[in-house]
């Protein structure tokens, strides 16, 4: 069955380092997702990303995030400088149409 | 006011139990309606998605909607073991892909042998 795949799975980072997590969705997916998810809290929408543009984004979503597909697979969230409380699971996710989205497995991020 | 609230639990049940999880929502505007599963530590997988009120039955699995009372409910039959989880409660306004879906935070469940 097809899956979306996220690297890394866990990272330790310094606060203000930048950081990359990467993922690639399902091959036949047009449509891509992050979310988070702080520990023991809901899961948060992040943005959503279609032919090479951002197609939603939240109030978290602020300019430190950016997101990009660099190639015909990998899909990425970068977090320019991080903080502590950007300390979470990240979740990719994709979706062909409709609003039905499948989620990666997630990257724990830790930010010290 | 919350806009979509779910009882965290934990629920602890025997195998076999019929459980019941639900979901109150305070946004009208709302017509999707999906549940996922998430094992601890793991990515959120889709069980059920359901278009406006009614009911949508799959294997072991019932989802309902009432939209009158702004209420979706998922109710799991013969509960085994590996049903322990937690269940996330998610919905939309619109069918569109790219909308953020709206999670609830999440009830744990645990079904003992």
């Known amino acids: 069955e097809p899956e979306v795949t996220q690297t890394p799975s866990h990272q330790v980072t310094q606060m203000g380092q930048e950081v990359i997590l990467r993922c690639v969705p399902i091959?036949?997916?047009?449509?891509f997702y992050w979310y988070r998810q702080i520990l023991g809290q809901k899961v948060e929408f992040l943005v959503s990303f279609y032919n090479n543009e951002i197609s939603e984004k939240s109030e978290i979503f602020d300019d430190q995030f950016s997101v990009e597909r660099p190639d015909g697979s990998n899909f990425t969230l970068k977090i320019r400088s991080t903080k502590l409380e950007d300390s979470a699971m990240y979740f990719c996710?994709?979706?062909?149409?409709?609003?039905?989205?499948?989620f990666g497995e997630g990257s724990w991020l830790t930010v010290v | 006011q919350k806009e979509v609230e779910q009882d965290p639990g934990p629920l602890s049940v025997p195998e076999g139990a019929i459980v019941s999880l639900n979901c109150t929502y305070s946004n009208s505007a709302f017509q999707y309606f999906m549940w996922y599963r998430q094992y601890s530590r793991k990515g959120p997988e889709l069980l059920m998605y359901t278009y406006s009120s009614g009911n949508k039955e799959d294997g072991r699995f019932t989802a309902q909607v009432d939209k009158s009372s702004k209420y979706i409910s998922l109710f799991i039959r013969d509960s085994q073991p590996s049903d322990s989880a937690t269940y996330l409660c998610a919905m939309s306004a619109m069918n569109q892909a790219g909308t953020a879906l709206i999670f609830g935070k999440g009830t744990t469940l645990s079904v003992s042998s």
């Open positions: 996710a994709s979706s062909n149409s409709g609003n039905t989205i499948y």
């Open positions: 091959s036949n997916h047009l449509y």
